[in-house]
């Protein structure tokens, strides 16, 4: 008898969202949740305030991983023949990461941990008003309105949470306005880049040399204030080795979902990767839900309907634009 084999074939898109789309939101979802259980957990511990170097190794990690996958893999005279050649690029965004994801991580320390998610989860419009101004990308009054959707849903879920043990401080919300105007132009920056290449490889040197750069001025940031030091002997007092391993899956959970994001910036665009991350921010509520148990209130299933409706609406809205584009074009 002859049998006949039929390949199944992942579906174009769902709900008018791509499947790739999809696939690799999954991965963000799931990779950061998790990290960002191990990084709130860090954060709790008594003692612990060392935001800027939390992220200094942050950076030290995801450059030492690419280092070694392209040591294992080749390519690694590649990757720094590709820093030599983009260096200005490279200064620029990896200093502008290093201003966004830095004063974002060093929120932590001043404000809740839920609470600056929330605020963080503003960053939607901002990518996209930054989008206009670097990329010259004019959104659709759907997307602006699905994008204010989204971080209204977002805030909702994050008062609910704040509403049980708010603590505040100036500082921490200069550093979150410090993130939030860093990201759109980091995100922006990220997605001019990789749009030129977005493989594997594209990826993997964006990350060598954004996180190279990074490392090298938040080396010298903390040895400058003094945290640099202070943090390693936090760390190696006795009993630390907790906050070591927390540390540690965070970093690496981290480093998986970024990839991921790298790819969709590449793939698709800055907007959707950043509809993605403050999609997962949700989720990041529910985890901490779940481990550290909490009331659920009606701001909670208010904010969690109508960021899960804003996310995927703006997402179909831009798929959608995206497909008049090409058809305009054939």
């Not at 060392?50 to 992220?55: A, H, L, R």
């Not at 990789?194 to 040197?205: I, K």
């Not at 698709?268 to 921010?281: E, G, I, Q």
């Amino acid at each position: 008898k002859q049998q006949y084999k039929m390949d199944v074939l992942p579906p174009a898109s769902v709900l008018g969202i791509p499947w790739r789309l999809l696939q690799l939101a999954g991965c963000v979802v799931c990779m950061h949740g998790l990290a960002a259980v191990f990084a709130e957990m860090a954060f709790s511990m008594p003692g612990f305030r060392f935001g800027w170097f939390y992220t200094l190794v942050q950076c030290l990690t995801y450059f030492t991983l690419v280092l070694l996958k392209r040591l294992v893999l080749g390519g690694l005279i590649q990757s720094l023949k590709a820093l030599r050649g983009s260096l200005l690029g490279a200064l620029l965004v990896g200093t502008s990461m290093t201003v966004s994801h830095g004063c974002g991580v060093a929120s932590f320390v001043h404000i809740n941990y839920t609470t600056a998610m929330l605020f963080k989860s503003a960053k939607v419009p901002s990518v996209m008003l930054g989008g206009m101004v670097i990329n010259q990308q004019r959104p659709r009054r759907s997307e602006v309105c699905w994008a204010m959707t989204l971080t209204v849903g977002l805030l909702l879920f994050g008062l609910g949470d704040r509403m049980e043990s708010p603590r505040f401080s100036a500082i921490g919300i200069l550093l979150v306005a410090g993130n939030l105007c860093g990201s759109s132009i980091t995100s922006n920056l990220q997605q001019r880049v990789l749009q030129r290449d977005a493989s594997a490889t594209g990826v993997e040197q964006l990350l060598f040399a954004q996180y190279a750069v990074a490392s090298v001025i938040l080396l010298i940031f903390t040895a400058a204030t003094g945290e640099l030091a202070e943090a390693i002997t936090w760390y190696m007092t006795d009993g630390r080795s907790r906050a070591i391993a927390v540390s540690t899956a965070d970093n690496i959970l981290s480093f998986v979902g970024l990839e991921a994001v790298f790819r969709i910036t590449g793939e698709f665009d800055a907007t959707r990767a950043n509809v993605v991350c403050s999609c997962r921010k949700v989720f990041t509520f529910l985890f901490s839900f779940w481990l550290f148990p909490k009331p659920f209130g009606l701001c909670h299933g208010l904010g969690l309907a109508l960021a899960t409706i804003g996310s995927v609406q703006l997402a179909r809205s831009k798929a959608k634009a995206t497909d008049s584009i090409k058809d305009s074009k054939v």
